[in-house]
């Protein structure tokens, strides 16, 4: 090739570099903010330096999180920011403070709220939450928690390649969000660790969790009210509650759940597999195999009530296990507000090595193909 054809295309090639997203997109490394990455110095101002940078850029941009321990106590990273794409990319360890009385009562350690297109790619949190978790044993007066990571309000968010160790609270809580994508997620909790739930979505429209690890003290999966189109696929749960849906109907005006779809998911050693629980009072809100509209934890403000949501058109198909208990599968609805449209396709659920058992209370449905234990619908 001729000279002049070589620096013609060189010239091509740089002027289609430096016009591309990839040349224009600003780059913030929390380093150059003052972040120390030893564990022990305070980084939360030096990150909320570069998140401002991000958020006030026109152009595409990254927060750049290098490898290393960085002590952050709780941080909001707030929105609406200039562009709608920031990459929050972390190689090393976010450590929350060893004395969980810091910020025990603040709700949540890292939250992003009013922001749109903000992707958080791997790392690791470092919740910090067995000293708590022992101080809830212990019966002694002790903050709620934290949750590790939160966002609210905010659209068009990936949460991917991220591990949350030994939340305070919820690992990861999804609120009032729209078009959210979690993937290839780690969580790990104590399987005595309370209310440390591993993602937990709720008043949220296009949510779906893929190809994640989530082993902790409370529920795997949990979903609020509010939620819809939910989509949970390719998940191994366990230790924990399993996947629930509820508590609802714990207010009386309240938003229901629909479009819920669980597939390809495993359950090994879960107090729970597929739950559906509403309070036994009343609501407007509508929505092993447990279906429980007569939830009352310590039968404190509604026993003897019944169930205000309403729970139909639920499928439970291609479903393999063991059952802990002798009855694995209980539907036990409402009086008021029975359970209609319940369908059970190809389930073999065994306990000891025998057949389980079903029970069912005020439910309706069908059965189609291998059913057992025996359908009680």
Same mark, same amino acid.
């Given at each position: 090739?001729?000279? /002049?054809?070589?620096?013609?295309?060189?010239?091509?090639?740089?002027?289609i570099f430096f016009s591309s997203p990839l040349a224009t997109?600003?780059?913030?490394?929390?380093?150059?903010?003052?972040?120390?990455?030893?564990?022990?110095?305070?980084?939360?101002?030096?990150?909320?330096?570069?998140?401002?940078? =991000?958020?006030?850029?026109?152009?595409?941009?990254?927060?750049?999180?290098?490898?290393?321990?960085?002590?952050?106590?709780?941080? =909001?990273?707030?929105?609406?920011?200039? %562009?709608?794409?920031?990459?929050?990319?972390?190689?090393?360890?976010?450590?929350?403070?060893?004395? #969980?009385?810091?910020?025990?009562?603040?709700?949540?350690?890292?939250?992003?709220?009013?922001?749109?297109?903000?992707?958080?790619?791997? &790392?690791?949190?470092? /919740?910090?939450?067995?000293?708590?978790?022992?101080?809830?044993?212990?019966?002694?007066?002790?903050?709620?928690?934290?949750?590790?990571?939160?966002?609210?309000?905010?659209?068009?968010?990936?949460?991917?390649?991220?591990?949350?160790?030994?939340?305070?609270? #919820?690992?990861?809580?999804?609120?009032?969000?729209?078009?959210?994508?979690?993937?290839?997620?780690?969580?790990s909790a104590s399987g005595h660790s309370p209310n440390t739930?591993?993602?937990?979505?709720?008043?949220?429209?296009?949510?779906?969790?893929?190809? +994640?690890?989530?082993?902790? /003290?409370?529920?795997?999966?949990?979903?609020?009210? &509010?939620?819809?189109?939910?989509?949970?696929?390719?998940?191994?749960? /366990?230790?924990?509650?399993?996947?629930?849906?509820? +508590?609802?109907?714990?207010?009386?005006?309240?938003?229901?759940?629909?479009?819920?779809?669980?597939?390809?998911?495993?359950?090994?050693?879960?107090? %729970?597999?597929?739950?559906?629980? +509403?309070?036994?009072?009343?609501?407007?809100?509508?929505?092993?195999?447990?279906?429980?509209?007569? #939830?009352?934890?310590? %039968?404190?403000?509604?026993?003897?009530?019944?169930?205000?949501?309403?729970?139909?058109?639920?499928?439970?198909?291609?479903?393999?296990?063991?059952?802990?208990?002798?009855?694995?599968?209980?539907?036990?609805?409402?009086?008021?507000?029975?359970?209609?449209?319940?369908?059970?396709?190809?389930?073999?659920?065994?306990?000891?090595?025998?057949?389980?058992?079903?029970?069912?209370? %005020?439910?309706?449905?069908?059965?189609?193909?291998?059913?057992?234990?025996?359908?009680?619908?």
């Amino acid at each position: 090739m001729a000279k /002049g054809h070589i620096s013609s295309l060189l010239a091509a090639i740089l002027i289609i570099f430096f016009s591309s997203p990839l040349a224009t997109a600003a780059r913030y490394n929390v380093l150059n903010y003052g972040a120390k990455p030893d564990g022990r110095t305070d980084s939360t101002q030096a990150f909320l330096a570069a998140w401002t940078q =991000a958020c006030e850029s026109i152009m595409a941009a990254t927060v750049h999180v290098p490898p290393g321990r960085f002590f952050l106590q709780n941080v =909001a990273f707030q929105g609406p920011c200039k %562009n709608n794409a920031i990459l929050f990319r972390v190689h090393g360890t976010l450590v929350a403070p060893s004395d #969980y009385t810091v910020i025990g009562n603040t709700e949540n350690w890292i939250f992003f709220q009013y922001v749109n297109g903000v992707t958080v790619s791997g &790392g690791v949190l470092d /919740g910090q939450g067995p000293g708590l978790s022992a101080c809830k044993a212990s019966g002694m007066n002790c903050p709620s928690g934290a949750t590790s990571l939160g966002f609210c309000n905010s659209n068009n968010i990936v949460i991917s390649g991220l591990t949350s160790l030994n939340s305070q609270l #919820y690992h990861i809580v999804i609120n009032g969000c729209q078009n959210v994508k979690v993937h290839s997620v780690t969580v790990s909790a104590s399987g005595h660790s309370p209310n440390t739930d591993g993602i937990h979505v709720q008043l949220s429209s296009g949510v779906t969790i893929l190809k +994640s690890r989530i082993r902790t /003290g409370d529920d795997c999966v949990s979903i609020g009210a &509010g939620t819809t189109n939910l989509w949970t696929e390719n998940v191994a749960c /366990g230790s924990g509650h399993g996947i629930s849906i509820g +508590s609802l109907g714990k207010d009386l005006q309240e938003p229901g759940v629909q479009n819920v779809t669980v597939k390809s998911v495993t359950f090994t050693g879960t107090q %729970n597999g597929l739950r559906i629980r +509403s309070w036994g009072r009343p609501s407007s809100g509508f929505n092993s195999i447990v279906i429980d509209q007569n #939830y009352c934890p310590d %039968n404190q403000n509604c026993p003897g009530q019944e169930s205000g949501v309403k729970i139909s058109d639920v499928t439970y198909q291609d479903i393999r296990g063991t059952s802990a208990t002798e009855v694995a599968i209980k539907f036990d609805c409402s009086k008021k507000n029975p359970c209609s449209g319940i369908k059970l396709k190809d389930v073999k659920l065994n306990y000891k090595n025998q057949p389980a058992d079903a029970s069912c209370d %005020n439910a309706d449905g069908t059965a189609f193909g291998f059913i057992q234990p025996s359908s009680c619908l």
